[in-house]
C-alpha cells in the first residue's frame, strides 16, 4: 500500500530552478502542487494540450491564463477548467504562484 499521507513539505520534484511540482495519485484521481517561484513572467509559458481533463485551484498569488484566444486574469482562490484538447498556458503576474492541478484519467507522464 502507498503511503496514505503527504506532509506539506514532501514529495516535491524540482523540474527546474523555477518550478516544483508534488504529485499524489490514485488508480483514477490526480492532484499535483505546482510551485512558481518566477515571477512575474514576461512572457507566457508555450502553449500546451492534452487529452486530460483539468480543474485548477489558485492557492496563491495571480496569473494570466490563456485557453486558445481567450485571455482571463486570475488571483487567490479562482478556479479554473480546461477540457481536453484545447491549448492553454499561464503567465505569473506575482513573484510566487501555487497552483492545485487535478486531471482525469491520471497524467502518466508525470509519474
Keep these: 500500500m502507498?503511503?496514505?499521507?503527504?506532509?506539506?513539505?514532501?514529495?516535491?520534484?524540482?523540474?527546474?530552478?523555477n518550478l516544483n511540482r508534488k504529485v499524489v495519485h490514485l488508480n483514477d484521481l490526480m492532484v499535483t502542487v505546482i510551485d512558481f517561484t518566477n515571477g512575474p513572467m514576461a512572457q507566457p509559458d508555450p502553449p500546451?494540450?492534452?487529452?486530460?481533463?483539468?480543474i485548477t485551484y489558485v492557492a496563491s498569488g495571480s496569473l494570466k491564463l490563456f485557453v486558445e484566444d481567450r485571455e482571463y486574469l486570475?488571483?487567490?482562490?479562482?478556479?479554473?477548467k480546461i477540457e481536453s484538447n484545447l491549448n492553454h498556458s499561464v503567465q505569473t503576474l506575482t513573484e510566487n504562484v501555487r497552483l492545485?492541478?487535478?486531471?482525469?484519467?491520471i497524467r502518466e507522464d508525470f509519474l
Excluded: T, Y
Aim: no cysteine.
Design 2 to 17: 502507498s503511503k496514505e499521507v503527504v506532509k506539506s513539505n514532501e514529495g516535491f520534484e524540482a523540474l527546474n530552478p
Design 48 to 54: 500546451h494540450n492534452h487529452p486530460h481533463e483539468q
Design 74 to 80: 486570475l488571483n487567490e482562490g479562482d478556479v479554473f
Design 100 to 105: 492545485i492541478d487535478s486531471f482525469n484519467p
